[in-house]
């Protein structure tokens, strides 16, 4: 089986901080490229972060460039994402996806990319 889950979502304040891990199963995730995107209630699925199979070119939505940071352990066969100065507007369900066809200095934060595999997504809500 090939599967990603996402996981360490929950409910923070703002300014919180949160840490979201996708773990890959039936298949070895360093091969290929790594994207977060994220979706509320009655919005478009939108791109937050990504991350290329090299492990070191990655990209970032302006909305969350400086507060995101994506990392990949490929001895866990995980991506991480590290979510600080948590934001009402943040509120979502998030999602990881492996990417393919792409070179390994490559991703897109276009979820209608070549993105062939998705986890099931975790609940991120910021509230006071």
């Known amino acids: 089986q090939l599967q990603l889950v996402e996981s360490g979502g929950g409910l923070v304040q703002p300014g919180g901080s949160l840490r979201l891990s996708c773990a890959a199963s039936g298949f070895y995730l360093d091969r290929y490229a790594v994207g977060w995107f994220r979706q509320a209630p009655g919005n478009e699925r939108e791109g937050v972060s990504c991350i290329a199979s090299n492990g070191i070119s990655t990209k970032y939505a302006g909305s969350v460039k400086g507060r995101f940071t994506i990392s990949r352990d490929n001895t866990k066969n995980t991506v991480y994402l590290q979510i600080d100065s948590l934001e009402p507007e943040d509120t979502a369900v998030y999602y990881c996806?492996?990417?393919?066809?792409?070179?390994?200095?490559?991703?897109?934060?276009?979820?209608?990319?070549?993105?062939?595999?998705w986890g099931q997504g975790t609940q991120v809500t910021v509230t006071s």
């Open positions: 996806a492996r990417g393919w066809d792409l070179n390994s200095a490559m991703c897109t934060l276009n979820p209608n990319g070549r993105y062939d595999v």
